[in-house]
C-alpha cells in the first residue's frame, strides 16, 4: 500500500531524541544520541527504539499541513541560528503535567523552548513561517516551492490526530433504473 511518513520530525519516545525524515522514507530509529543530561538509551544497537511522529503540526486555511518548524521555533534570535550538521534536538514532557507548557524542545547547543507559546496567533509570524503550500498526501512538500497566499496570522499550530486536521468529504451515490430495458443497456455497456 503506497504511503508516506508523515509527520516527518520523530522523537523517541524513551530519550528524546529527534530526528526529521523524509516522506518516503524507513521507520527511523533511534540512534542513542548520548546527552549531558536526563534519559538516555543504550548505544547498543538490539535497544535501537522505533521513532514515534511529533504530535504538533501545523496548518493554513487553504488545506495545507506542514510539520511544525522545531528548530527554527527552539533557535528564535540564538546566535548562532540552527546548524542541521552540528545541533540535536531533543523533545521532553516535564514533570506530572500533560499540558501543552510541559512539552519542551531542547537543541544540543543550549537553545530550548515550550511550545505553548506557538499555539498563541501570530506566534509563527514572529519566526518568519510561512505556509509554503505543502500537501503531504500528495507528496508536495515545502521544498516544492507551491507557495500559499494565507495570511501568516491565520497558521494554526493543532496536534496531528485532531479532530480539526482532517475531514472526510465522503459521497454515496445509488442508481435506479427505471425500467428493465435501462438496466439491460446498463449492463451491456451500451448506455
Known amino acids: 500500500i503506497p504511503a508516506v511518513r508523515f509527520p516527518t520530525w520523530h522523537y523517541c519516545p524513551f530519550c528524546g531524541k ?17 546527552w549531558s543530561h ?5 548505544a547498543d544497537s538490539r535497544y535501537n527504539r522505533k521513532l514515534v511522529p511529533e504530535r504538533f503540526v501545523v496548518v493554513c486555511p487553504n488545506g495545507h499541513i506542514d ?5 527554527e521555533w527552539i533557535h528564535e534570535g540564538c546566535k548562532p541560528p540552527y546548524n542541521s550538521e552540528t545541533c ?6 516535564g514533570g506530572t503535567s500533560a499540558a501543552l507548557t510541559g512539552v519542551r524542545y531542547e ?9 505553548a507559546a506557538a499555539l498563541r496567533p501570530g506566534a509563527l509570524e514572529k519566526i ?21 497566499d494565507c495570511k501568516p496570522e491565520d497558521l494554526k499550530v493543532v496536534q496531528r490526530g485532531a479532530s480539526n486536521v482532517w475531514f472526510a468529504d465522503i459521497k454515496s451515490s445509488i442508481y435506479i433504473p427505471t425500467d ?12
Open 67 to 71: 510539520d511544525f518548524p522545531i528548530a
Open 88 to 93: 540535536r534536538i531533543r523533545r521532553s514532557t
Open 18 to 34: 529527534m530526528q526529521k525524515v523524509g516522506l518516503y522514507s524507513a521507520h527511523p530509529y533511534c540512534d542513542a544520541y548520548q
Open 128 to 148: 518568519g513561517y510561512h505556509c509554503e503550500g505543502a500537501s503531504p498526501w500528495l507528496g508536495i512538500t515545502p521544498a516544492d516551492g507551491i507557495g500559499c
Open 107 to 115: 537543541c544540543s547547543c543550549g537553545a530550548s523552548k515550550s511550545i
Open 180 to 191: 428493465a430495458e435501462d438496466t439491460n443497456r446498463r449492463i451491456l455497456g451500451v448506455l
Open 38 to 42: 536526563g534519559r538516555k538509551c543504550k
